[in-house]
């Protein structure tokens, strides 16, 4: 149940518990995928999951910016403060809560918002009578490609799912001035705190790498991975741990 196309009357005669929010991000993407590749994946995967689901799941419209300030320097960034960030996913999460929907997946598709979605997961478990969950699709998807940024895996998911958005005769110029790995690591830190010191066009990794079927499998993936995980988060007790 999409509620952003779903009347009032028929969100609450729904009888599900279960809900899912879309989360990621309005960054670049190398000159090749689209600024909005990381929240057009985490909807992807959300719609997929609960259109498998064997029960009714509601899914929130997803929220578009997030954690981005290491990509400033690129036009059409967008990004807010972890705080603020922080505070409008558990404020969205604590409304579905009040009309009942108190089992929340967060459904991720940016790195950068990792943090702050655990630290929102456990604050609202802990205060209100629910159980909030976070997941990041990329990380529950079996593959050897290399995560990277606008590289072959993430390219791979728009050329299956929205392949209109990809300029494919970009990808050699992505890849001859973007950076084959992420950061500047020096025993086991990364000295980097923005893309643009180590790739100039933001890309990390091959797109030319990428294919439509490779994305169609990696959909299949997330969105199975999902589906095991609502079934977990809807059998699960909602209760706090006793006092030790």
Not at 11 to 33: C, F, I, K, W, Y
Not at 94 to 110: D, K, P
Not at 205 to 216: F, I, R
Request: aromatic share 6%; glycine share 8%.
């Amino acid at each position: 149940m999409e509620l952003a196309a779903t009347t009032w009357t028929d969100a609450d005669a729904a009888e599900a518990d279960l809900a899912v929010v879309p989360v990621g991000s309005t960054e670049q993407h190398g000159p090749h995928a689209p600024l909005g590749t990381d929240f057009l994946a985490a909807e992807a995967v959300a719609e997929t999951a609960v259109d498998s689901y064997d029960a009714p799941v509601a899914m929130a419209p997803p929220i578009p910016v997030g954690v981005s300030a290491e990509h400033r320097q690129f036009t059409g960034t967008l990004w807010v403060s972890p705080d603020t960030f922080r505070s409008y996913v558990r404020e969205v999460v604590e409304a579905l809560c009040s009309h009942g929907w108190n089992r929340v997946v967060l459904v991720n598709g940016h790195g950068g918002n990792v943090p702050a979605l655990g630290e929102v997961a456990a604050r609202v478990s802990r205060a209100e009578s629910a159980l909030v969950v976070p997941y990041t699709w990329f990380d529950a998807v079996e593959t050897d490609l290399q995560m990277g940024h606008a590289g072959p895996l993430e390219t791979s998911f728009l050329l299956h799912r929205q392949p209109d958005l990809v300029h494919e005769d970009r990808f050699e110029a992505a890849a001859a001035e973007g950076s084959e790995s992420w950061g500047e690591w020096v025993s086991g830190t990364n000295l980097a705190h923005d893309t643009a010191s180590f790739t100039e066009n933001g890309t990390v990794g091959d797109p030319g790498e990428a294919s439509a079927d490779t994305g169609e499998a990696l959909l299949e993936s997330a969105a199975d991975a999902l589906v095991d995980l609502l079934a977990a988060v809807e059998a699960a007790p909602i209760e706090q741990p006793p006092h030790k």
